[in-house]
């Protein structure tokens, strides 16, 4: 009776054709093309942040009392609410077909949402039922968004050199806020134009409209962008890679109950460090303007201009706190951002009643801080947390549950706490307490800088570089060889034996064809 052993799974070395060469000049047309979504996403969080307020007298001038202002600020978190059902079924999907395709798709969806917000029915036509179209809207923004960051976070990421992926990622957040200081411009400028040429009422009468029209042609430019982007190089390698798709290997590509059972850990520990960066920066942009009008008592249009300015320089410093994590790593920097918040949140909020124009810029600047350190690296160090076959499924789990759950519900929260409490530093204390959970997550987490990304083959910028890091594999303790798909199937030796008496019976001096063995 003949036995054949089985096919046996080794592992070869890393050779130069493995590692992902990615020329700069195709570098800046993916992160360019990534970067026009979230500045539309964000671009719509600064509108309806700053016209809060004005949509209030909108779309519930029939709710009593303050009941108007927190349906109007409901309406921002139900886009929230709606972000990890966005996630749990873009995140996979992005997965599967690649992350270009679904990043068109959410771009498409929010740039049709936001343009359909400025020629909905105010309360005036139609009564507090106003509010049910305006709410559907945000639905479908906060399902698209569900996507959006996440795919585009793991779209940067996994384009991005490994030694400069800090630097590169965080344009993307850099979109973000020069996204939301556009938003903010255009609602000031918006309202200068139209109440000096129809007076102070203008901006409830049709003004508010102006902004949300905005986004047509923005969003044309914007989706022909992302039609231009091509698909990553770490995709396009993972694909090629036969790793089973049965849930058993933490490093295939899984379902939603497979990434929960495999990643469970990592999912905790990006959960907090969202929850901690988007509280503040939340607060900073989307309730800030809000905050301002109602507890510090500042005009709508000094609350839209006096953000812009402290955005834009907070912008510009992303990209040089991105390298900063390059030399000295992620968790460095996500201490920074902790220590900060804690330090300067409750200044901030004191130096901020003082309500002049110096005190709000000042209050302002300090909030930023803190919120410039979680930022600038989320696109960088948030994605590397996963493996390659499952990021972008588990970048949106994890994102969008902390997002829906603490970030996007931070000016709800906030104003809720105040009118419950009647303290106006509650916001503060709100961000301190993630920010607090956000340290104890960073201890846990894995350094990430300089680093392959989990699941993928190296990324450099030259061939020269590539030839390199091949000769040093042994010696670079950066490289971990053993999350890359360099396994191969190698038959047993009796196995290859057969096969080759089979292929050739004269090999055998008897001339028979021999027995197997």
């Keep these: 009776m003949s036995s054949r052993k089985k096919a046996v799974t080794k592992r070869r070395r890393l050779e130069v054709d493995d590692v992902l060469v990615v020329k700069k000049s195709k570098l800046r047309t993916a992160i360019s093309g990534t970067v026009v979504g979230n500045f539309m996403e964000w671009f719509d969080f600064g509108i309806y942040g ?61 740039a049709i949402a936001t343009a359909l917000i400025g020629l909905l029915p105010t309360s005036e036509a139609i009564g507090l039922w106003a509010i049910v179209p305006l709410y559907f809207l945000k639905m479908v923004q906060g399902f698209s968004t569900g996507g959006e960051y996440a795919g585009a976070t793991t779209y940067v990421s996994e384009f991005s050199p490994d030694r400069s992926r800090g630097y590169w990622s965080s344009f993307l957040d850099v979109g973000s806020y020069v996204g939301f200081a556009a938003g903010a411009s255009t609602v000031a400028i918006t309202t200068w134009i139209v109440e000096g040429i129809s007076g102070a009422g203008a901006m409830v009468d049709y003004g508010w409209r102006i902004p949300f029209l905005v986004a047509i042609p923005l969003g044309a430019v914007a989706i022909w962008f992302r039609m231009k982007i091509p698909e990553t190089p770490a995709f396009e390698a993972e694909e090629k890679d036969a790793r089973p798709e049965d849930g058993s290997d933490p490093l295939g590509r899984l379902g939603i109950i497979g990434i929960f059972r495999h990643h469970w850990r990592v999912i905790l520990i990006g959960i907090a460090l969202v929850s901690a960066t988007n509280t503040a920066g939340y607060a900073l942009t989307s309730y800030m303007p809000t905050y301002l009008e109602t507890e510090v008592g500042v005009s709508n249009l000094m609350a839209a201009i006096a953000t812009v300015p402290v955005l834009i320089v907070m912008s510009a410093c992303l990209p040089l706190i991105g390298k900063l994590s390059d030399k000295i790593g992620r968790k460095p920097v996500y201490g920074i951002a902790v220590v900060s918040t804690i330090v300067l949140m409750i200044p901030a909020f004191t130096v901020m009643q003082i309500g002049q124009e110096w005190a709000v810029m000042l209050a302002l600047a300090m909030v930023a801080i803190p919120v410039a350190f979680y930022v600038a690296i989320s696109a960088s160090a948030l994605p590397a947390l996963f493996p390659t076959a499952s990021r972008f499924g588990a970048m949106a789990i994890a994102y969008n549950l902390a997002v829906s759950l603490f970030g996007g519900t931070t000016p709800l929260f906030s104003q809720a706490l105040i009118d419950l409490t009647g303290n106006t530093y509650m916001p503060a204390f709100y961000i301190m307490f993630f920010a607090a959970l956000g340290g104890i997550a960073m201890l846990s987490m894995k350094e990430t800088a300089k680093r392959p990304l989990l699941g993928s083959f190296p990324t450099v910028e030259t061939k020269a570089e590539a030839k390199e890091l091949v000769a040093e594999q042994d010696e670079n303790e950066l490289l971990d060889t053993s999350t890359m798909p360099l396994e191969i199937i190698v038959p047993a030796v009796a196995e290859m034996e057969n096969e080759r008496r089979d292929a050739d019976p004269e090999a055998d001096p008897s001339g028979k064809k021999p027995e197997p063995v």
């Excluded at 927190?70 to 996979?92: D, H, M, N, Y």
């Design 50 to 110: 700053y016209l809060a307020v004005t949509l209030t007298a909108v779309f519930t001038s029939d709710a009593p009392g303050g009941l108007g202002l927190l349906l109007t600020l409901l309406g921002f978190a139900i886009s929230f609410l709606v972000r990890p059902l966005g996630g749990f079924i873009l995140g996979p999907l992005g997965d599967r077909i690649g992350r270009q395709r679904v990043l068109f798709l959410t771009m498409t969806m929010m």
